[in-house]
């Protein structure tokens, strides 16, 4: 019995060592996105920020204004988070339970910026070593957009997180947590060997009610049924909800470049597709896709969303700038105007 305690107390010891290097891990990739996320953010010059802010603010159309007298509905009351003023507590509610309440009203909470990243398994390609995943590039997009709203003062988060909304550094923070370790408890562990239904369940936001007027930014790369997209689209906007869909692509998923005999695999279940001589299909291939993105581009223009498109071979930066700038001039004048690529 002794020989089988010692030999129990080794392994013992190797799992908790085992997973403190993957905390460790998670720690410095956690680190080092937040850190490119913070510097894409600086790179943008804060004056067009502040200028953004000033110009919404005219308007009354920036997320995140608060305005008193007709017109401002109650919403819900959300629990009291670190951040929050003593004066927004609502101690009449707070008086009736143990916790601290704060009273949102609907201008407020209408003007509140959601953001999603597509969470199928397509979204982890990458052609080529130098290059990000898109999953990575979609992460580091939206850490350095919510850098750029919290600056301002505006309220995001993350669609179907525990969190509410809400701004500052420590905004940002949770919402690079939740991008770095997503949100498994509501969607279940993905791997490849999933049905289509399944990913489908994962690159679509979860179905939550939204405040009417406010605002979804969706990142994907659109690899799905396009009748499954639009009605995950219809069940927002019958919400009052506007929004803009990024889709986020490979380049090699753009221009097909490979050459000769190429096998496919696909990340998602699907089977095996092998090309003898894949430039043949090329055209084909180039000219479906534009025309399926065109499709979707019309469909949101219709509905009064907004459609974009970046590359992960592209500058972060440029998406970045894009991205806000047409979130700042859509929410200034509560139109979204057709976007092209970025």
């Not at 590039?137 to 850098?147: D, G, I, P």
């Not at 906007?237 to 005999?261: I, S, Y």
């Amino acid at each position: 019995m002794a020989q089988g305690s010692d030999g129990v107390k080794p392994k013992a010891q190797q799992m908790s060592k085992a997973r403190s290097q993957a905390k460790d891990l998670s720690r410095k990739v956690a680190l080092q996105l937040r850190q490119q996320g913070e510097s894409l953010g600086n790179a943008l010059p804060p004056l067009l920020v502040e200028a953004d802010r000033v110009a919404a603010s005219v308007a009354q159309g920036v997320h995140g204004r608060r305005r008193v007298g007709q017109g401002e509905a109650f919403w819900q009351f959300r629990d009291c988070q670190a951040g929050d003023s003593v004066q927004a507590i609502d101690w009449r509610q707070s008086a009736k339970t143990d916790q601290h309440y704060v009273r949102q009203n609907e201008w407020e909470a209408a003007q509140t910026l959601w953001l999603w990243v597509d969470q199928s398994n397509s979204m982890n390609y990458s052609s080529h070593p130098r290059l990000q995943s898109k999953s990575e590039r979609a992460a580091l997009l939206l850490m350095a957009l919510a850098n750029l709203l919290s600056r301002a003062g505006e309220h995001f988060a993350l669609l179907g997180g525990e969190e509410s909304p809400t701004t500052g550094k420590l905004a940002v923070d949770r919402l690079t947590q939740a991008l770095l370790f997503p949100l498994k408890k509501a969607k279940g562990e993905m791997s490849s060997g999933e049905g289509a239904s399944d990913q489908h369940f994962a690159a679509l936001p979860l179905t939550v009610n939204l405040p009417r007027h406010s605002s979804l930014v969706w990142i994907t790369d659109l690899f799905m049924e396009q009748d499954v997209l639009f009605a995950a689209i219809n069940r927002f906007a019958a919400m009052g909800v506007t929004g803009t869909v990024v889709q986020l692509l490979d380049p090699a998923e753009e221009t097909l470049p490979f050459q000769g005999r190429v096998l496919f695999e696909g990340l998602e279940g699907e089977a095996r597709l092998t090309l003898s001589h894949v430039e043949a299909a090329r055209q084909d291939y180039q000219n479906r896709l534009l025309s399926e993105r065109q499709t979707v581009a019309d469909y949101l223009h219709h509905i009064g969303w907004r459609f974009m498109l970046h590359h992960t071979d592209r500058p972060a930066q440029e998406g970045v700038l894009a991205l806000h700038m047409a979130l700042s001039a859509s929410l200034a004048t509560g139109r979204f105007e057709k976007r092209g690529d970025f």
